[in-house]
Structures are given as C-alpha cells and as structure tokens.
C-alpha cells in the first residue's frame, strides 16, 4: 500500500520523507532508509513513515531492520490500515488479526478506486473477469442454460466482471468491502443494487438465492477459503454456479502469504474444500493472471455447480475446521 500521501504533520519532517522517497526513486535504498529514520526521530509515532522506512530497508536487504521499522508501524497502526501487521506476517512475524486484514484492504481498495481499471488492464496486463466469463459461457453450453435469474458478484470493485456477466443474469448484485468502490460503480449502471459488506457477512445474511455466483480476484485476501465455499453453497440453488480465481500456490500448506500481502492457494486444498461443501468442479484452467513487478502471477481459474438432486448442504452440517474470520471483500 503507498503511504507517503500520509502526511507526518511536520512539514521539515514530511520534506525529509519527500528527499528519502526522491533516493529511493533513484535506487539509493539504504540511504533513503537511513533518511527516513533520520526524520522519524522527530516523528516518532508516525505509523506511515515507518512503512515507508520498512520498504526502503527491504529493498537495501535489510530484512532484519525493515522488521523492526514495521513493528513501529504496527504500534502505531493497530487498526492495521497501513498494512503493518501483513507484511509482518509475510516475513515470518507473528499472524494477521482478520480485523486488521480487513481493515488493510479496505483502505487499499478505497486509495486504489479512482485509477482501479487502468491499474489493472493497462499496467498489469489483468484478463481474470475476461476468462472467467468465458469459463462460464463455456459451462452454460456444456449444460444447456440459457441465462440466470439472480447473480451475485462477491468484490465487485468497479464493475469488470459485472459487465461481463450483465447479458446472461436477469438481476445482479454486486458488494464490496470498499466504499469507494462501491461509490465508484453505483453510478456505471452494471448491477441492480450494490452494498459495501464483509464477504462472510454478507453471505451469511443470504437465503438459498443465487443462480450463479463469482469472484474474480477476491480470494488472494481471504486466508481460510473452506467458510466461503460453505456459505456460498448455502446461498446457491440446486444446480447453481460457482465461478472464481485464486493466485495459485503448490506448497504443501494451503495458502501462503506472499510478500505481495496477496495469499495464494492450493489447487489440491481448493478441491478438497469444493468437495466438502457439496460443489462439483466443472471447469479448471491455469493462467497468467496478471503482472506484478513485470513478473508473470499464475492463477487458477474454477467453475463449479450444485448439484440439482440436492438441496445442498447447510453450514451446520459441515465441518469447516477453522475458525470463521472476518474476510474482506476486495
């Protein structure tokens, strides 16, 4: 997450921070990293400016002192807005409140609204909601369905898998953890009704109602993916579909947080968990997903449907063996 439109409230010390960032554009981490520290010390609890200094003394690879510089900043931050406590995490330090990977998300959502699009399809070479609507086109010839009564779009951001999916649902909803997002794509005509809402919460206030279901590049920030696919099986109706893509992970845990504070999941552990919410797997392809830092990010990409001789299993029925944590909705 940028920090440095976080302002220390020192002008000398926000001047400094300016000259440290101008270093670190040039590629002088380490003396934009001593720099910052420099300016902290007349800032001390400036939680923004210690992100700052972290990222600088990463890339001087200075792990050890970019810790103790994100450990300030989780002092300072403990909501986690500034995203402290995940980068912490990603480097072996401690674990990720849900609260506070929440709150990171929403703030990064919120900051990223305005230029969202041209991020990702310009820069970051971004083709989820593309592909996963061909996935879905491909599935509803397979089976012989023409269209879908009710959608729901989980992390609708701006609207670029909505408006892939407009055509073929009769009534779409779309909800976001970011309120800007939501402001950003209220006025775009893409959906029947859009709502800011945590994604398990969300879910959890739903009755048996959606024909289909997705979530394009949602999953990446959500750890523990078993309580989604349990709600969205309860929210599904006999024979609906189930659309998503995860950043793909082929460790032998189930999801890892990379240093991207984007967690990548197994295929295997994603199977398995399909299966114990009663969704059948239709489709799965593997693609480059996206760009980050000019390097290729592999993804998986799932259809799955209920199947129509149940009715489906209900939450309480299934052994999720975690705990349910607040997941955000990007």
């Not at 800011?196 to 979530?215: K, M, N, S, W, Y």
């Amino acid at each position: 997450m940028t920090t440095t439109f976080l302002s220390s409230g020192d002008l000398i010390v926000d001047r400094r921070a300016h000259y440290a960032q101008m270093l670190a554009e040039a590629g002088e981490f380490s003396s934009a990293a001593d720099l910052m520290e420099q300016a902290l010390n007349d800032a001390p609890g400036w939680a923004a400016g210690w992100m700052m200094a972290g990222d600088y003394h990463l890339k001087a690879d200075a792990l050890g002192r970019a810790i103790a510089a994100w450990q300030r900043a989780a002092e300072h931050d403990p909501a986690g807005t500034l995203g402290a406590q995940m980068h912490l995490a990603a480097h072996g330090v401690g674990e990720v409140e849900p609260q506070a990977q929440a709150a990171y998300v929403e703030a990064l959502f919120d900051q990223y609204a305005g230029h969202f699009e041209e991020a990702l399809l310009q820069k970051l070479d971004y083709i989820v909601p593309g592909r996963l609507a061909d996935l879905v086109g491909g599935t509803m010839e397979e089976l012989g369905i023409e269209g879908f009564a009710r959608g729901l779009d989980l992390g609708c951001g701006t609207g670029l898998m909505g408006e892939r999916l407009r055509h073929v649902v009769s009534h779409l909803s779309g909800v976001d953890i970011s309120a800007a997002m939501v402001a950003e794509t209220q006025g775009k005509g893409i959906y029947d009704g859009v709502e800011r809402a945590e994604l398990l919460d969300f879910l959890g206030a739903q009755g048996r109602i959606a024909d289909i279901v997705t979530a394009a590049d949602v999953f990446m920030y959500c750890p523990a993916l078993p309580p989604i696919f349990a709600l969205v099986s309860q929210v599904l109706r006999p024979g609906g579909i189930f659309a998503f893509s995860v950043e793909r992970h082929d460790g032998a845990d189930s999801q890892w947080l990379q240093a991207s504070l984007r967690f990548a999941h197994n295929g295997e552990a994603i199977r398995a968990a399909l299966d114990e919410a009663g969704l059948d797997i239709v489709r799965v392809s593997e693609e480059t997903i996206r760009r980050d830092r000019g390097q290729p990010v592999t993804g998986l990409l799932f259809v799955a449907r209920k199947p129509e001789n149940i009715e489906g299993l209900e939450v309480s029925d299934i052994d999720l063996g975690v705990e349910m944590p607040v997941v955000p909705i990007n």
